[in-house]
């Protein structure tokens, strides 16, 4: 199983990725070695994620809604989650 997501950066920034273990993403992201993007901008929230049955159709739909606006992001994140409170996992270790 392979997972799209979307964090919620400290600065209300919004991140998108995927990934085959979404806990374990978001704590490496947590931890500031997910990405360059996200590595000042901690700690992050996962507020979104569909799940698909391969790295291809996962990296589809991130492209996808990667060239989206803002808005459009925050409606697709609201109308699966309407309180986007989010998850927030620190890291462990």
Partial sequence: ?????????????????????????????????????????RPV??????EFPDKISAAKREREVKDWKRTEKQRLIRSRFPSHEGITRESSG
């Fill in 1 to 41: 199983m392979w997972y799209f997501y979307i964090l919620e950066c400290k600065d209300k920034s919004l991140y998108s990725g995927i990934s085959n273990d979404l806990v374990r993403r978001v704590i490496k992201h947590n931890s500031g070695k997910g990405s360059k993007y996200t590595k000042f901008r």
């Fill in 45 to 50: 929230k996962l507020v979104y994620w569909e």
